[in-house]
């Protein structure tokens, strides 16, 4: 009977190897945590430094009863509404429709390439484009005139650059990366460390213990 006691006791990791071994674990992820981190870091900053946003105003007016407008914004769409206009007779004779409509865009900072598209139910197909720089705090404006005889698109705001659709679509492919990049980072390092975590929470195997065979299993 002693003997069993002391088989028993002897199986038991004691205190400090078990601290040991969690202490040990802990180092051994520490600086792989500590890289991934900063990876996530860099990639964050870089995202906000491409990510801010400013405000672009879009002011319209037309001479229709029924119409549709859309706006794009680097060849994606932002915006889009119906919009109507209301008769009037001048001098009781001659009978005119205007309407207006107006909206403000939160958008990434910088430059981009605006598209509006005015429809209407009798055929009336207009497209017309220009470049905007967005800065925060700064107002910039589209000023659109719809009529029978064509579409105006006006742009007022901090001047822009003369650049490419390519370039624009490269800062908007850039920031889709980077923030990509972000949350591919942030997802492989919860991973690694709940991996760890779990690995550190299971019992240390004795120093001497070793596997039943299965010859032992059998009785003689």
């Not at 549709?68 to 009781?92: A, C, I, P, W």
């Amino acid at each position: 009977m002693p003997a069993q006691a002391s088989t028993s006791e002897s199986t038991e990791s004691p205190v400090p190897y078990r601290i040991y071994s969690r202490m040990r674990a802990a180092v051994r992820w520490r600086p792989a945590l500590l890289a991934a981190l900063l990876v996530l870091a860099v990639t964050a900053w870089l995202v906000s430094r491409l990510t801010g946003t400013a405000a672009l105003k879009l002011a319209g007016r037309h001479t229709f009863r029924s119409a549709s407008v859309t706006v794009l914004v680097d060849g994606k769409s932002s915006y889009s509404e119906q919009v109507s206009g209301t008769s009037r007779k001048r001098y009781g004779l001659f009978e005119k429709v205007a309407g207006t409509f107006a909206k403000t865009l939160v958008l990434p900072e910088g430059e981009h390439v605006i598209e509006v598209r005015f429809t209407t139910p009798d055929g009336y197909n207009q497209v017309k484009r220009c470049g905007v720089k967005l800065i925060p705090g700064t107002d910039a404006t589209i000023h659109v005139v719809a009529q029978r005889s064509g579409l105006t698109v006006t742009y007022e705001g901090p001047p822009v650059a003369p650049a490419t659709e390519s370039e624009t679509n490269y800062f908007a492919y850039l920031r889709s990366f980077l923030i990509t990049v972000g949350g591919s980072a942030m997802s492989a390092t919860i991973g690694f460390i709940v991996q760890d975590f779990l690995k550190t929470k299971r019992p240390a195997q004795p120093a001497g213990a070793t596997e039943p065979s299965p010859s032992d299993a059998i009785p003689t």
